[in-house]
């Protein structure tokens, strides 16, 4: 009986949490963004390995909240990125996503502009530091690297895989461009500090745009410099030719230790056969998919903007193989 007396007594319990239960409505009848529209600066070139998982970011986002985004690519060229900011404030968007490589001086008059038409803008890849201070309260964000740090990240992966004080390093990167060039201030810093020897070498608009160039200018480098021991760079399409150069020049997987950046088809054959040592991995999936939530969540409910790191460490021929069916996909 008082078996009997115990399950009666469970049983009204758990009919009284079932009756009190209940799930909290959405906020919204359908998808948060619908009937927006942001326009987006992708940065690169349409597929590449430094810009396809920041387009799969994207548009998954665009799908799970119901915007409409247009895609924009600049082959990494500030004024192009420029030319299509005017171009995107004509058509009158809910947001604009940019990718800050004019830097705040080159982008402060026109997102001014377009903050006044009642634009939301907000920032991916690279920082505009001054604009998320002057409009961080209406959903200016950034989503991206830490850039100083992440080149002190990818110089500390180099430096542990055995480069060491007194050996020679080449660092070929963009040094001309206010606040993109601090990814590879922070890489030629770091060696510097340790006592490497570093040459710096700045990349041309020309293999900013086709990486491919890159290959005979580190050829002659390398052949003019035998003894070298390192090549470091923040520049992701340069990263995936580097391999190339070295096989040109006689050079053996592990006889230049090589510090690249991003994810791209030919760098990960590069981990892969060991030629590139370390390579920093930015998650550029989320530089996509972040800003177009900022944007939506912004436009919708008035929140401010979200800055977020992006940068999850290095990636090396050790850790490589189990992302390799999420870059297959386009996600990493």
């Known amino acids: 009986m008082t078996g009997v007396k115990t399950g009666l007594l469970a049983g009204i319990a758990m009919l009284a949490l ?62 192009t990125m420029l030319t299509q900011f005017r171009q995107a404030m004509a ?78 390093a080449l660092e070929y990167g963009v040094f001309n461009e206010t606040t993109r060039s601090e990814s590879d201030r922070g890489l030629a810093d770091t060696l510097e500090k340790a006592g490497v020897k570093v040459t710096k070498l700045n990349i041309s ?42 096989k040109q020049v006689g050079k053996k997987p592990g006889d230049v230790i090589v510090g690249g950046i991003d994810l791209a088809p030919a760098t990960i054959a590069g981990l892969q056969s060991k030629y590139i040592t370390a390579t920093l991995d930015q998650q550029l999936y989320l530089q996509g998919f972040l800003p177009v939530m900022q944007c939506v969540l912004s436009a919708k409910y008035k929140f401010a903007g979200l800055n977020i790191n992006t940068g999850a460490g290095v990636e090396t021929p050790a850790t490589i193989d189990a992302l390799i069916p999420l870059i297959k996909r386009g996600i990493r």
């Not at 390995?49 to 600049?74: M, N, Y």
């Not at 020309?206 to 290959?215: I, K, M, R, Y």
């Not at 035998?226 to 992701?236: E, N, V």
Request: charged fraction near 15%; glycine fraction near 16%.
């Open 205 to 246: 608009p020309q293999v900013d745009g086709d990486s491919s160039l890159a290959v005979p200018i580190l050829v002659a480098f390398l052949e003019s410099h035998p003894g070298l021991k390192a090549i470091g760079t923040q520049h992701g399409g340069v990263t995936s030719f580097i391999p190339q150069a070295l």
């Open 18 to 79: 079932t009756a009190g239960a209940h799930a909290t409505q959405p906020t919204s009848q359908g998808p948060l963004g619908d009937g927006m529209t942001m326009y987006m600066q992708m940065g690169g070139n349409p597929g590449d390995g430094a810009t396809l998982a920041r387009q799969t970011g994207a548009a998954d986002a665009a799908h799970a909240f119901g915007i409409k985004v247009v895609e924009q690519f600049s082959a990494w060229s500030p004024e």
């Open 91 to 168: 058509a009158r968007p809910t947001c604009i996503g940019i990718t800050g490589h004019p830097g705040d001086a080159a982008f402060d008059p026109l997102i001014t502009k377009a903050e006044k038409q009642g634009i939301l803008v907000t920032v991916g890849n690279t920082p505009l530091p001054d604009a998320e201070k002057m409009y961080g309260d209406k959903g200016t964000g950034y989503a991206g690297v830490d850039l100083y740090v992440g080149g002190q990240i990818t110089a500390q992966a180099m430096l542990a895989a055995g480069l060491k004080s007194g050996d020679t």
